[in-house]
């Protein structure tokens, strides 16, 4: 049987992805320049990007979730103004013989005559049939209204939809950005004998003893995600062949009957809140800010989940151990 945890306020979210947007840019564009960094120096800019780019992945996410809804919605309007049109088709029957007598001389289609011009002339058009019984007027004087109404819902659809394409196309572009800086990024820390913090060498890892038996869900659920370490990380990538962070988890959860949000900003209410050190195998971790986490991971047991952290790397298993604890935001239990 399918779940389906409750979703996070949509409004939220949209706020969310407009100002996480732009808090990346700002960030990657202000960020001051270190002519001859430190390792140390190198590492924290590291982190720094490591964590504006998981911003910015779910800013896209969710940029693509708003688009997806309105051009939906847009369809939807445009289906009602097909089904408005045979709707006039089928009243011809009732009417076609009485405009024929009133426009036997003319040229034009009835939806021509009755309905190429504003919706006032419209209606006034059809008071001047005079000749149509009273319920011939209603029925036609409905449909100029209802037509006025989905043409007005349409270009409001209309305008939603290519507000969310833009916003759609600069969230790309801003990750773009920020995948290349942390690619330069990486590099100087190379050049300066660092190590990745975000590694999380398994070799780190705890031995809580907390990875034992599990339900068939969750060892479901992490079987899964196992079987996926090593395909690259895609931004927006939802599967089979490469995954972020939140489309990990999802695709992971399914297997378990758990139809979860797309989104971190979703995820993190799609469950129940555990604490750090009630954490169990199947867990959802989350990282960064509190009430926007923009990373997850699942929790494996033992001091380690499984994640995806950005494109320079494929899926892994890592040590929550030092860098993966220090910013730890929560944890969620789903199912």
């Not at 089928?90 to 034009?108: K, L």
């Not at 000749?131 to 209603?138: A, D, I, K, T, Y």
């Amino acid at each position: 049987m399918t779940r389906n945890p409750e979703p996070g306020s949509r409004g939220r979210r949209r706020g969310a992805t407009v100002g996480f947007v732009a808090l990346g840019a700002l960030a990657l564009s202000s960020a001051p320049a270190l002519a001859e960094p430190t390792a140390e120096e190198a590492q924290q800019r590291y982190e720094e990007l490591q964590e504006e780019l998981s911003v910015l992945n779910e800013a896209f996410n969710q940029a693509e979730e708003d688009h997806s809804s309105a051009r939906t919605e847009l369809e939807d309007i445009d289906a009602r103004l097909a089904e408005a049109q045979e709707d006039l088709d089928a009243m011809s029957g009732q009417v076609a013989g009485i405009a024929r007598v009133a426009y036997t001389e003319s040229t034009h289609s009835l939806f021509t005559v009755l309905f190429d011009s504003s919706p006032d002339a419209a209606l006034q058009n059809v008071a001047d049939l005079n000749f149509l019984s009273e319920g011939q007027e209603v029925v036609l004087a409905d449909y100029v209204v209802e037509v006025e109404r989905a043409e007005e819902l349409r270009e409001q659809a209309a305008a939603a939809e290519e507000g969310a394409a833009q916003a759609l196309s600069e969230a790309e572009s801003a990750q773009e950005e920020g995948e290349a800086a942390l690619e330069e990024q990486a590099a100087v820390l190379e050049s300066l004998g660092g190590v990745d913090p975000t590694a999380g060498a398994a070799g780190a890892a705890a031995t809580g003893g907390d990875a034992g038996a599990v339900s068939g869900d969750v060892q479901a659920v992490l079987d899964f995600a196992r079987a996926q370490i090593g395909k690259p990380y895609v931004w927006g990538g939802t599967g089979p062949d490469g995954y972020d962070c939140s489309g990990l988890v999802q695709a992971a959860w399914a297997q378990a009957g758990v139809s979860l949000p797309r989104t971190t900003y979703d995820q993190v209410n799609a469950g129940t809140r555990v604490s750090r050190d009630e954490v169990q195998p199947g867990d959802l971790l989350f990282f960064y800010s509190e009430s926007a986490p923009s990373h997850v991971g699942i929790y494996s047991g033992n001091g380690m989940m499984i994640h995806g952290s950005n494109p320079s790397k494929p899926l892994e298993e890592v040590s929550l151990a030092a860098y993966w604890d220090g910013v730890f935001s929560g944890a969620v239990r789903v199912g």
